[in-house]
């Protein structure tokens, strides 16, 4: 295993690595090809060991990675997980060797809060097969499944309370795993607190979707609301990203012309001083960092740089930076 220097917050990306050429993160093929678990964890150990090389200790599955494991129309991939559960340990033992932290983040369409409650049993399959697979993996509390709210329906309040009454019907490693995250249009910090007060589940607090819609909380409260929610001894995690300020395309007529950016796309990379500027205004809070760029395991190993050219890393001893609050 490679050599590992002590970054000051353990940083990751998500599902596909374009760093190195050749990498795949789960089997892709069509139904009719005879897709299959044991070749996505083939292609996860090269992907395991390439974050290793490059000193990354954080990573978040495809949630394809066990393919058409939930389909309703295809049962001869259901049992999976189990068929494979010898490689997924051995798997998931290369992780912790490696300190690589894991989660998945299912579709939107992933729901508990639906006004159809076939929508909210599809919801329910595809939580508690994701939390069986990090089970299997025999990860960690750390290792989570990540849903948002989904839709209001008109009522809120209501998708909240169809929320709040589906999770006591998710496995017990499904409500073990499960963790929800704020939303760039409808589901705030607070929000999501409601959630938290009447089941218990940990937020994953999502800095671009709080510039988004704030509701009353300003970046600081939210976050440590958030944060405050991770009670059990293990460490939180976040979401972090900067808009995307270029140009984007659009068709016009018969013709493709320039728009004003979208803020809720995501940019290619991290600005390394709207990033600096978050960490200190956590101060000591300890959490990792999820970063949603485009550019991936790029724009991490890029942002890495970036923070030691600039001298950007808050330091242990800077005030309101406690140093266990770094480890």
Not at 298 to 320: F, H, I, M, T, Y
């Amino acid at each position: 295993m490679a050599a590992r220097r002590e970054w000051p917050r353990r940083l990751g990306f998500a599902v596909k690595a374009v760093g190195r050429e050749g990498l795949k993160s789960n089997d892709a093929r069509r139904w009719q090809s005879n897709p299959h678990l044991r070749t996505s964890i083939g292609y996860m150990r090269e992907v395991f060991e390439y974050l290793d090389e490059v000193d990354i200790r954080m990573y978040r599955i495809s949630s394809d990675f066990v393919p058409y494991c939930t389909h309703p129309d295809l049962p001869q991939f259901h049992g999976q997980i189990g068929e494979c559960s010898s490689d997924l340990a051995a798997l998931g033992r290369m992780a912790r060797e490696r300190d690589i932290r894991l989660s998945l983040h299912p579709s939107q369409f992933v729901l508990l809060s639906a006004q159809d409650p076939k929508i909210n049993e599809k919801g329910i399959w595809d939580v508690n097969s994701q939390a069986e697979l990090l089970d299997a993996m025999e990860q960690g509390p750390e290792a989570v499944v990540i849903i948002h709210m989904g839709g209001a329906y008109g009522d809120k309040d209501s998708a909240i309370a169809r929320f709040i009454e589906n999770w006591p019907r998710l496995s017990e490693s499904g409500r073990r795993r499960l963790v929800i995250e704020n939303d760039e249009t409808l589901y705030t910090v607070q929000d999501c607190l409601r959630v938290h007060e009447a089941t218990g589940i940990r937020l994953i607090f999502d800095h671009q979707h709080h510039l988004l819609n704030p509701g009353t909380l300003t970046l600081g409260e939210a976050c440590r609301a958030a944060l405050a929610t991770w009670r059990d001894g293990v460490q939180p995690k976040i979401h972090f990203s900067s808009p995307k300020l270029d140009s984007r395309m659009v068709t016009r007529g018969k013709k493709e012309v320039a728009a004003a950016p979208l803020l809720s796309q995501h940019a290619d990379y991290v600005h390394p001083w709207e990033f600096a500027a978050f960490l200190r205004e956590m101060g000591n809070a300890p959490f990792d960092i999820m970063l949603e760029a485009k550019m991936k395991d790029e724009a991490l190993l890029k942002l890495r740089a970036d923070l030691d050219k600039l001298k950007l890393w808050p330091e242990p001893s800077a005030p309101g930076v406690a140093g266990e609050a770094w480890q």
